[in-house]
C-alpha cells in the first residue's frame, strides 16, 4: 500500500471510530477518542519509515484498542454485568496503557538498542508519567463537576496508577519482541538468498 492510500485508510478508520463513539457515548468519551485518532495522526509518519513488524504493531493496536475501549464502555453505560464498573475500569486503563505506548513505538523504537533494562526503564517511566498525567486531568474533571471530594474516586485514581504499571509492562514486552526480532532478521542472513536456494 503507497503512502496515500495508508493515509486514506488510516483518515477512514479514525473518522468511523470518531462518528461510532459520537453516537454511542458521552462527550468524554469522544474527546478520548479525538486524542486518539491526534496521536495516531502525529505518529502517522514515524511509523511509515519503521519496519513491516512494527508497521503491522501499529496498525492492529490502532484497529484493535478502539474496539476494546468500545466493548468495555458499553458494558458499563448498559450495567451488562452488575457491579462490574470496577474491574472492568481495570481493564480499560490496562489496555489503554499498552496500546498508547504501542502506537507510540516508532517515535522511541530506537531506545531498544541500549539494551533491556534501559528500554524497560524508559517505557515504564513513560506510561506512569502518561497515566499520572491522565489522572490529574480526570481529577481537574472531577473538580469541575463537584465531585473531587467521594473518597471512592480517590481509591479508583491511585488503582488506575497501579494498573497503568502491568499495561506498560506488557508494551515493553511486545515492543520488545518486536523490535529485537526486526533486528535479529537483519542481522541473520535468509535462506531463501543465497547459493543453490
Not at 50 to 62: D, F, G, I, K
Not at 81 to 104: D, T
Request: hydrophobic share 60%.
Amino acid at each position: 500500500m503507497n503512502p496515500p492510500s495508508r493515509f486514506l485508510a488510516l483518515c477512514a478508520v479514525l473518522l468511523a471510530m470518531l462518528l461510532t463513539y459520537r453516537l454511542a457515548f458521552h462527550a468524554f468519551d469522544l474527546i478520548l477518542v479525538t486524542a486518539w485518532a491526534v496521536l495516531a495522526l502525529a505518529t502517522f509518519r514515524r511509523m511509515g519509515a519503521s519496519p513491516l513488524a512494527v508497521q503491522r504493531l501499529w496498525w492492529s493496536t490502532l484497529v484493535l484498542f478502539p474496539i476494546w475501549e468500545f466493548v468495555i464502555k458499553w458494558m458499563v453505560q448498559h450495567n451488562v454485568i452488575a457491579y462490574s464498573w470496577w474491574w472492568l475500569n481495570r481493564l480499560e486503563h490496562f489496555g489503554w496503557m499498552a496500546s498508547l505506548l504501542l502506537v507510540l513505538l516508532p517515535i522511541y523504537q530506537r531506545l531498544f538498542r541500549l539494551g533491556w533494562p534501559a528500554a524497560l526503564l524508559f517505557v515504564l517511566g513513560l506510561g506512569s508519567s502518561i497515566g499520572n498525567l491522565n489522572e490529574f486531568w480526570e481529577f481537574g474533571l472531577r473538580l469541575q463537576a463537584g465531585t473531587a471530594g467521594r473518597g471512592v474516586l480517590y481509591l479508583d485514581t491511585i488503582l488506575d496508577m497501579l494498573t497503568n504499571v502491568p499495561g506498560a509492562l506488557l508494551a515493553f514486552l511486545i515492543g520488545w519482541r518486536v523490535v529485537t526480532g526486526v533486528a535479529q532478521q537483519r542481522a541473520e542472513p535468509s535462506e531463501a538468498v543465497g547459493l543453490g536456494g
